[in-house]
């Protein structure tokens, strides 16, 4: 791999690629082109010929990429060359449909335990995989070498959960409570905030034409009527 740094949205991206790729290697798709990887993906062509090339040339000009080969490339950059295990704390609605998901359809993560503070949780099971208290998480995570945590609790949780995984050995967190982690340098966050992916997505939802009218409507009349107060 070269020495110079790569992006955080080239990391990212990576995943995105290889799920395609197992897509296309499952259809039985020998050889894919950029433009390919452009149309399934929604990024460039040239944006994905930039990201493989941070890595190495894995393409042959006039053909394409052999799928099986930049997949198994693909695999080793991001580390997934052996079953990454990792733990889920907070067994609520969202933590037990992360832990379900990721153990049936997931084949790079392997989630070996969840976590909550509930006792009417602890000591039940998600599917196979069994639910702890809270406060067997050091033990657990640094008995078993886990590096990546995935945590789902309610945001006046998030932080204190944050700082007990990292100081069990935990170095990538994957946070879907809807807060800012405080968390020292080598530690790496990835927000999934669900709610503001959906308010996000609601821009959409109506005519341009419409919301632009409605806005200047506002705009006109001094102030909406339809401003909500925050608690």
Do not use: C, W
């Amino acid at each position: 791999m070269p020495e110079r740094n790569v992006s955080k949205s080239v990391i990212k991206r990576l995943p995105v690629y290889l799920r395609i790729l197992d897509q296309l290697i499952q259809r039985r798709v020998d050889m894919v082109s950029s433009k390919e990887l452009s149309n399934e993906s929604g990024f460039t062509a040239e944006q994905i010929r930039k990201d493989l090339a941070y890595f190495g040339a894995f393409g042959t000009r006039g053909a394409g990429y052999n799928t099986v080969y930049l997949r198994e490339r693909i695999i080793k950059i991001i580390g997934l060359d052996k079953k990454i295990d990792t733990v889920v704390i907070g067994a609520g609605n969202l933590g037990t449909a992360l832990t379900r998901y990721n153990s049936a359809k997931n084949p790079y993560v392997n989630v070996t335990a969840a976590f909550d503070r509930d006792s009417r949780l602890v000591g039940k099971k998600i599917d196979n995989i069994e639910i702890f208290d809270i406060e067997e998480a050091p033990r657990y995570i640094g008995g078993q070498d886990i590096r990546v945590a995935i945590i789902a609790v309610p945001a006046a949780a998030a932080q204190e959960a944050a700082d007990l995984v990292v100081k069990s050995g935990v170095r990538a967190i994957l946070n879907f409570a809807p807060v800012k982690l405080h968390v020292p340098e080598g530690v790496h966050v990835h927000n999934a905030d669900l709610t503001i992916e959906l308010q996000s997505l609601i821009y959409y939802s109506s005519a341009e034409e419409e919301r632009n009218e409605r806005l200047k409507k506002e705009t006109k009349d001094g102030k909406s009527d339809k401003s909500f107060p925050l608690e």
